[in-house]
């Protein structure tokens, strides 16, 4: 059974900063892109950041870059997403999932979704 459990949200000040992990499970995904999305209270999920498990490749949203980092640990099967300078517009539920095509990922399509992970900005 595949699996992606994301987790380290939680609630934290403005300027502050969260680091959220996806921890992959029942198969290898070093073929795949591993996605972060987030969506809000009342708006579509949109994507945030992705990295390439083969060559380490990142991509991200213009309204993160320089704020997120996305990384991984292949001896961990694990991604992270290291947020920082967070903003009250950053809360809602952050997502891990992965697919075989960044482009994919872009348009909001994965084939494997975690459950999710709240994290909370307060101003």
């Known amino acids: 059974q595949v699996q992606l459990v994301e987790s380290g949200g939680g609630l934290v000040q403005a300027g502050g900063s969260l680091r959220l992990s996806c921890t992959t499970s029942?198969?290898?995904?070093?073929?795949?892109?591993m996605g972060w999305f987030r969506q809000a209270p009342g708006k579509e999920r949109e994507f945030v950041a992705a990295?390439?498990?083969?060559?380490?490749?990142?991509y991200y949203a213009d309204s993160v870059k320089g704020r997120f980092t996305v990384s991984k640990v292949n001896a961990k099967n694990t991604v992270y997403l290291q947020m920082n300078s967070l903003k009250p517009e950053d809360t809602a539920v952050y997502y891990c999932?992965?697919?075989?095509?960044?482009?994919?990922?872009?348009?909001?399509?994965?084939?494997?979704w975690g459950q999710g992970t709240q994290v909370t900005v307060s101003s």
């Open positions: 999932a992965a697919d075989t095509s960044v482009r994919d990922l872009y348009s909001d399509v994965a084939e494997y």
């Open positions: 029942g198969r290898t995904f070093s073929s795949y892109a």
């Open positions: 990295i390439n498990w083969y060559n380490g490749n990142t």
